[in-house]
């Protein structure tokens, strides 16, 4: 990597997305600090707990100017709110929460206006509605009966929807309901409209007793929480198959092993673990706070790319460096609430992770998938473990055990004394990895090359610096070939690549779901919380897929696993009204020039309103405008079906999938369906949805070469600030060029 004053060199986008989200601005909105003053600025900040300990001032200037070299050297970086707001007049320096909610209306308004505060101050919330009555049961003090759990997170996603966090980042939030609750196929169905509950991720807790009914083929009790009493049955195979049904349609909802979470819950006796943060890696009891950061694996390469291995030894120091950090913020946070600091004071949890392990394999010369990836990633996150239960025990020797440890798992079996209940977690990394310039968490890499849109859109392609090293080196770099791999998203195939380059740089929709499973579990062998990981699968990947997905990971031993499926997500799942109103850094899409001549196909299709004649129109690049006509011009019909073929054909011309166009036109519902040829016609607007659809399946077969769309663009849509690229990680969408983050 190149330096400046022995310093890395901080990319184009991470510059961008620092100045975008990260750096302190005036009144006016104007930067007032660079990227290493805001490294100072945290450094300066977390090292004052130093003085909370009798450490003198030259003592705490001495750990400000590690954890500013450890940070600026880009070997470790705290999560974001760390960066953001240490030092500020904000100082909320967690990433997430989980907050209980009580089977009460006071208790759960309760628990609405808590979120309301997190996400102001800049945190995400995790929440368990299991404890909640199921709907229809009875409510004593009103004589009514309950709405039941997902009336109420609909309640909470509002709250959520008009809450800007910290004007920097937007609430997400968590939902679990364990699978033995009343009202489980209700909540597992929950997200399947696109409009509904969109700043939630949703996990069923899913129960050793569940899986062993699933194995057996046979049913499993319903129990009411409010009353402790078995209220009915199903049949596991039928509600697993349900699951597995929505997760293969949008991703939603993942799956969490609880009481295997709870076989690692360090302090039983303080309360058993209900609920996660949003991405799922940090079980936390109600009330606890997650401090989390990573350390950047890619900077502990040595030797030769290709034939490199890890420095294991400055691995361990600065493992040991941000346990320490970590511990500090934990004591110069400002909390939200009391409870939350009560309770994370007296566990004190830390999760350090790691990110940049895809770019330490290429460096390796290990393929992602591959035994020996496995091997390197166990290896690693034993090294890290094992540095940070030291550095714990070490820091509990200066500043005494956690408060709980007395009443921890810990004291049970006589271990020595720790400054923390849990020291490792692997989270999602999508902005700090951005910063480092490396590959998030433990995900392959997204892409070997990527357009990316700038003003005016247009686009340059943004190639990985390694393969652009390596290629230019072995010289079979060449612009052409970086434009195929960005329009196809992966080096297979292309000649002129090395064999042994194409099997090690292998991107996430090259590795087969058992190969990011079986990573998973490796890191989780030797991490106490959890690990954030997505198992992409191809557009065609089937049900049974996800069906095997989800038993391995409760095979191998993961706390939990998400799925997302190429394309099954469209922009509504991931930008609602006020996000898609913010303005767009990168300036406004421009719509492709008309030129003289295009070519197309008209169909024709019956309405409750009369025939309609939908023309759609391409050029060399795909499906470019549509016109619709039906019945006389100047009447309302006609002037609607004109307005839809305007918007419509705005949008293919901007560059939109034509396939999310058709879905948001599809379902529309009007007072006079009709028939067409054997198929229902909703609307106009569900005509031309049709329309669009069937075009799209006569000249461009889904999942198919002649898509329009780039195979990495499909993946999770287009970013509704820049208009680049969006990827998946840890139940999250990420763009990778100016940082925006959805969950």
Aim: glycine content about 8%; overall charge negative.
């Amino acid at each position: 990597m190149i330096t400046l004053n022995g310093y890395p060199t901080l990319s184009e986008n991470a510059i961008r997305v620092l100045e975008t989200r990260y750096l302190r601005k005036d009144a006016g909105g104007r930067i007032i600090e660079t990227p290493d003053e805001m490294f100072r600025r945290v450094a300066h900040n977390v090292s004052r707990a130093e003085l909370k300990y009798g450490a003198t001032e030259k003592e705490r200037q001495r750990w400000e100017d590690v954890y500013f070299q450890t940070m600026r050297c880009l070997d470790f970086l705290p999560n974001s709110p760390t960066l953001m707001n240490a030092g500020t007049d904000i100082q909320q320096l967690s990433a997430c929460f989980v907050l209980p909610v009580e089977d009460s209306m006071d208790g759960i308004f309760d628990s609405i206006k808590h979120t309301a505060l997190i996400h102001k101050s800049g945190g995400g919330t995790g929440f368990s509605f299991s404890r909640l009555r199921p709907k229809n049961d009875m409510v004593q003090s009103t004589h009514g009966v309950s709405s039941g759990p997902v009336s109420f997170m609909a309640v909470f996603d509002a709250a959520t929807e008009t809450i800007r966090q910290g004007g920097r980042r937007r609430g997400a939030n968590m939902a679990i309901l364990r699978v033995d609750h009343p009202d489980i196929l209700e909540f597992v169905d929950a997200k399947a409209a696109s409009d509904r509950l969109n700043n939630f991720n949703i996990s069923v807790a899913v129960t050793d007793g569940f899986m062993d009914a699933l194995a057996r083929d046979e049913n499993y009790d319903l129990k009411n929480p409010r009353s402790g009493e078995v209220v009915g049955a199903l049949r596991a195979s039928e509600v697993y198959r349900r699951i597995v049904e929505r997760a293969w349609q949008n991703g939603e909802p993942g799956v969490v092993f609880i009481d295997r979470i709870n076989e690692g819950n360090p302090t039983p006796a303080v309360g058993a673990i209900e609920s996660t943060n949003p991405c799922g890696e940090q079980p936390l009891l109600p009330y606890e706070s997650c401090n989390l950061g990573s350390v950047n694996l890619a900077r502990f390469a040595l030797g030769e790319t290709g034939r490199a291995e890890p420095d294991l030894n400055r691995l361990r120091e600065v493992t040991k460096v941000a346990v320490r950090f970590l511990d500090d913020v934990i004591d110069m946070n400002r909390y939200p609430l009391p409870q939350i600091e009560a309770m994370t004071q007296a566990n004190r949890k830390i999760g350090l992770g790691v990110m940049g392990f895809a770019d330490l394999l290429v460096q390796m010369g290990i393929p992602y998938e591959s035994r020996e990836a496995e091997a390197a990633a166990e290896d690693l996150m034993r090294v890290v473990y094992d540095a940070a239960v030291d550095a714990s025990r070490e820091i509990a020797s200066e500043r005494g055990a956690f408060p709980n440890f007395d009443r921890s798992v810990f004291a049970q079996r006589t271990e020595p004394a720790r400054r923390n209940a849990t020291v490792t977690t692997v989270a999602p990394t999508g902005s700090i990895s951005i910063i480092a310039g490396v590959s998030s968490g433990v995900e392959p890499l997204f892409a070997i090359a990527f357009k990316r849109r700038v003003l005016d859109n247009a686009e340059l392609v943004d190639v990985n610096p390694l393969f652009e090293a390596i290629a230019r080196q072995e010289g079979f770099y060449t612009d052409a070939m970086v434009a195929r791999i960005a329009r196809e998203g992966t080096l297979h195939g292309i000649d002129g690549i090395p064999e042994t380059w194409q099997k090690v740089f292998q991107t996430a929709h090259d590795v087969t779901p058992e190969g990011h499973v079986r990573i998973q579990a490796a890191f989780q062998h030797h991490t106490e919380n959890a690990v954030s990981k997505t198992v992409n699968l191809a557009r065609e990947a089937t049900r049974e897929d996800v069906e095997s997905v989800f038993r391995l990971a409760f095979d191998l031993g993961c706390k939990g696993v998400t799925i997302y499926r190429d394309g099954s997500r469209d922009l509504q799942v991931l930008s609602t009204g006020a996000t898609t109103t913010a303005p767009a850094p990168a300036g406004p899409r421009v719509p492709r020039p008309r030129p003289e001549v295009v070519t197309g196909r008209t169909t024709r299709m019956e309405t409750g309103c009369g025939n309609l004649y939908v023309t759609t129109n391409e050029t060399d690049e795909g499906p470019f405008e549509l016109f619709a006509q039906i019945g006389k011009t100047g009447g309302c019909a006609a002037s609607q079906t004109e307005a839809i073929g305007r918007l419509v054909s705005l949008a293919l011309r901007s560059g939109v999938d034509p396939r999310a166009v058709a879905r948001q036109l599809r379902g529309v519902r009007c007072p006079y369906p009709s028939w067409n040829r054997g198929h229902k016609v909703l609307s106009c607007a569900d005509a031309i949805g049709q329309a669009l659809e069937g075009y799209l399946e006569a000249v461009q077969p889904a999942g198919g070469a002649a898509d329009t769309v780039d195979r990495a663009e499909r993946l999770a849509g287009n970013c509704v600030e820049c208009g680049n690229v969006l990827e998946f990680e840890g139940g999250c969408a990420v763009c990778r060029v100016c940082g925006y983050s959805r969950c």
